[in-house]
């Protein structure tokens, strides 16, 4: 079985296997290293239900698919050989779907189409509808809160952190993201900060507690929501700080001093952005600073594929930072400082999974095994798209202009 499957990529592909096969009868090819393992016929019949990304992604999610050795590593070679023989654009047309289908035929592997994993998104509405969009969240973010405490700093902040050096603590990179942001932001005592999309209220407690100023979080999270009230009260900062369930375009005028919304935009949909970018424009004062942290992805495939689409982020959408850029620049706001933090991004999503690994048993006793396969996926991937550049992640500075030398850096102001 692994021989004919090693003879079907070269036949339809024009390219060796990049990594070792090894099938349900025993047989191997390719090379050695990662060894992807078919378990069972299923995850061929996966594969003829859904040629492709998703189809793989099904096999393994449910464990009909395997592999053995460096998950990353395998990504890679399987990235660098399409890479090599500008295979992003392939398609499978009917030729493509006969050839699997009789190879299918012959390992006894045609039936009906297997289920779906339950971890699969099944969302319904209209595309970045409210009702859809609090699905999308609950989706992810709803997962619950013991996992995200398992995986994450003790702040729990769930976005790019900003190492010193390679040999930093996740916990201290965290940190550092977070007093980055504060001191873009200019945050003094008595200011009004606004954290759209403010997951398990990181910033929110960190503007706080560290900068005294008073802070207002929303999320369409009810898991955030609940647990960022818990915190705020155990952290003594009733008054100071507060966290709201509500969607973005629930915002009214509020007058805010800085706003902050950290890997947030990716949810709110191309089609919707343009109302997105005119909203936190209308929630700042006249030379009030924004900051915004978001993921880019360049070209024209502006989603996060099939698995990232089907598993974790349902209708996120990632545009070239040029977009993001007009968008804010359309609605009026003047772009101050753009910061690359693409290589951090690779550095914290491994840091996610070297814990993901060393907990995996208490992992799994809270996601279920084919929970713990769709983080094992989606972290592998994720680090390998940052690191080869097909994603990216800025922090923008912006300001909506006020008076004269309102809202600039440090030090410019004084120079105005």
Known sequence: MATRIEQLVDRLLGVPLPVGVRAWDGSRAGPGGP?????????LRHLVWSPGELGLARAYVTGDLDVEGDLTDALRRCW???????LGSLRFG?????????????AGAVGPRPARPAGEARLRGRLHSRRRDRGAIAHHYDAG??????????????SCAYPADEDATLEQAQTDKLELICRKLGLEPGMRLLDVGCGWGSL???????HGVHATGITLSAA???HVRRRIAEEGLDGRAEVLLRDYRELGSGGYDAIATVEMGEHVGDDQYAGYAATLYRNLRPGGRLLLQQMSRGGNAPGGGPFIESYIAPDMSMVPLS?????????????????????????TVRAWTRTLEQRADE???????????????YLAGAALAFEQNRMGVQQILAVRPGARGEGLLPGLAEAA
């Open 204 to 210: 929110l407690v960190h503007a706080a507690r560290e």
């Open 363 to 377: 992992a799994t006793a809270l996601l279920g095994a084919e929970g713990l396969r769709v983080w094992r996926l």
């Open 224 to 226: 955030q929501h609940d």
């Open 145 to 158: 809160n013991e996992f995200y405490r398992l995986l994450l700093d003790p702040n729990m902040a769930y």
């Open 35 to 43: 060894q992807v393992v078919l378990a069972r016929r299923r995850a």
């Open 80 to 86: 660098v050989l399409a890479s090599d023989h500008d």
């Open 323 to 347: 977009r993001t850029l007009r968008y804010l620049e359309d609605a009026g706001f003047e772009t101050r400082g753009v910061e690359a933090m693409r290589e951090h991004y690779a550095w």
């Open 94 to 106: 009917p030729r493509e779907v006969g050839a699997l289908l009789s190879l299918a035929v012959r």
